[in-house]
């Protein structure tokens, strides 16, 4: 199992930008599956946004040309950059990572974007 700690969230106005960070307790270079999914209130957790170990990304189409995913392999963390965030991007963040079949979650941080 993967320990994951989530930092970055906050408070910022329509428009504004905000960086999550995903700290990992082990080495990430061999893990392929890599994502960020959110839980906005009163709705499902959805998926927003993927990455492999070969740097390929996937994002959802209500993300996407406003969020980046990146990772570190030698710091052991993944990213979001949200870019010209709206207010429906209001939700708890969550990273989650698929190691050895084994999927393991952070304990998420909130996003706030106030209109």
């Known amino acids: 199992q993967v320990q994951l700690v989530e930092s970055g969230g906050g408070l910022v106005q329509e428009g504004g930008s905000l960086r999550l960070s995903c700290a990992a307790s082990r080495s990430i270079f061999s893990i392929n599956a890599m994502g960020w999914y959110r839980r906005a209130p009163g709705k499902q957790r959805e998926l927003v946004a993927t990455i492999t170990s070969s740097g390929s990304t996937n994002y959802a189409d209500s993300v996407k040309g406003r969020f980046t995913i990146s990772r570190d392999n030698a710091k052991n963390t993944m990213y979001l950059q949200m870019n010209s965030l709206k207010s429906e991007d209001t939700a708890v963040y969550y990273c989650?990572?698929?190691?050895?079949?084994?999927?393991?979650w952070g304990q998420g941080t909130q996003v706030t974007v106030s209109s």
């Open positions: 989650n990572v698929v190691f050895l079949g084994f999927p393991s």
